[in-house]
């Protein structure tokens, strides 16, 4: 397990021009977000649904990963399996930037793939349309398929890996979140040394918890936390 754990959220992304659902004000684009991104809007409008990420997944395409993303990438490629990437952002931006997908824990999904609504397989598609992966339908069991995201209200199993790295992790870095799907107060109180990277202070986080706060964009602080990282592991 990792003694170091970088958990992101969607203002890292932010600087990669990806809309974070702050400011987009419950809407993005023209969709509304409780419409396409609930538990039961597969069931209610599933055209609406599958098209909401079908342009998700095609934006994406044309989004290059930031200084952030690569910069984690150089730490990862140094420090191995000391570093833990957990994520909430559903892109692909770290593995752009060279991460393999293997060592990134997102948390909510991961866009570039689709599930199984039966057997639960899981198939890569890349920028494809659902319905340009065999017709949208799984080639094992021939169920549905579906968007591999977590939606609002549905139970996201990936939280399980989350509280196992957190139970090894000593030095916590928390980039661009505000802390209020997840809160990361608990986690700051529990790592030996932690920093905060946010634009700005959020009502959900307790930033004295913190053993260093650094309210910036994250490219400007990266840098910063990655000597800290080395500094820590050397
Ligand atoms: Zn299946």
Same mark, same amino acid.
């Given at each position: 397990?990792?003694?170091?754990?970088? +958990?992101?959220?969607?203002?890292?992304?932010?600087?990669?021009?990806?809309?974070?659902?702050? @400011?987009?004000?419950?809407?993005?684009?023209?969709?509304?977000?409780?419409?396409?991104?609930? /538990?039961?809007?597969?069931?209610?409008?599933? #055209?609406?649904?599958?098209?909401?990420?079908?342009?998700?997944?095609?934006?994406?395409?044309?989004?290059?990963?930031? +200084?952030?993303?690569?910069?984690?990438?150089?730490?990862?490629?140094? /420090?191995?399996?000391?570093? #833990?990437?957990?994520?909430?952002?559903?892109?692909?931006?770290?593995?752009? %930037?060279?991460? @393999?997908?293997?060592?990134?824990? /997102?948390? /909510?999904? +991961?866009?570039?793939?689709?599930?199984?609504?039966?057997?639960?397989?899981?198939?890569?598609? %890349?920028?494809?349309?659902?319905?340009?992966?065999?017709?949208?339908?799984?080639?094992?069991?021939?169920?549905?398929?579906?968007?591999?995201?977590? +939606?609002?209200?549905?139970? #996201?199993?990936?939280?399980?890996?989350?509280?196992?790295?957190?139970? @090894?992790?000593?030095?916590?870095?928390?980039?661009?979140?505000?802390?209020?799907?997840?809160?990361?107060?608990?986690?700051?109180?529990?790592?030996?040394?932690?920093?905060?990277?946010?634009?700005?202070?959020?009502?959900?986080?307790?930033?004295?918890?913190?053993?260093?706060?650094?309210?910036?964009?994250?490219?400007?602080?990266?840098?910063?936390? #990655?000597?800290?990282?080395?500094?820590?592991?050397?």
């Amino acid at each position: 397990m990792a003694k170091v754990v970088i +958990f992101s959220g969607a203002g890292l992304s932010a600087e990669s021009g990806l809309k974070t659902f702050r @400011d987009s004000g419950g809407l993005w684009e023209e969709y509304d977000v409780n419409v396409v991104c609930n /538990h039961d809007s597969l069931e209610k409008n599933e #055209a609406l649904t599958l098209e909401f990420y079908d342009k998700r997944r095609r934006e994406l395409e044309f989004k290059a990963p930031n +200084f952030v993303h690569r910069k984690i990438f150089e730490i990862k490629e140094e /420090h191995g399996s000391s570093v #833990a990437i957990i994520t909430q952002n559903v892109d692909n931006l770290f593995e752009k %930037a060279g991460i @393999d997908n293997e060592d990134v824990i /997102h948390l /909510h999904g +991961f866009m570039p793939e689709v599930r199984c609504r039966s057997c639960e397989g899981v198939f890569d598609i %890349a920028y494809k349309k659902i319905e340009e992966f065999k017709g949208g339908i799984c080639p094992n069991c021939s169920s549905k398929l579906r968007p591999n995201i977590v +939606f609002f209200g549905e139970s #996201a199993p990936m939280y399980e890996k989350l509280s196992q790295e957190l139970s @090894d992790c000593e030095f916590l870095v928390v980039i661009g979140t505000s802390g209020e799907v997840i809160s990361v107060n608990g986690m700051a109180k529990a790592a030996k040394y932690s920093i905060l990277n946010n634009l700005e202070e959020s009502e959900s986080i307790d930033d004295t918890l913190f053993s260093k706060v650094l309210y910036r964009k994250a490219t400007a602080a990266i840098d910063e936390i #990655a000597e800290k990282i080395d500094e820590y592991l050397k």
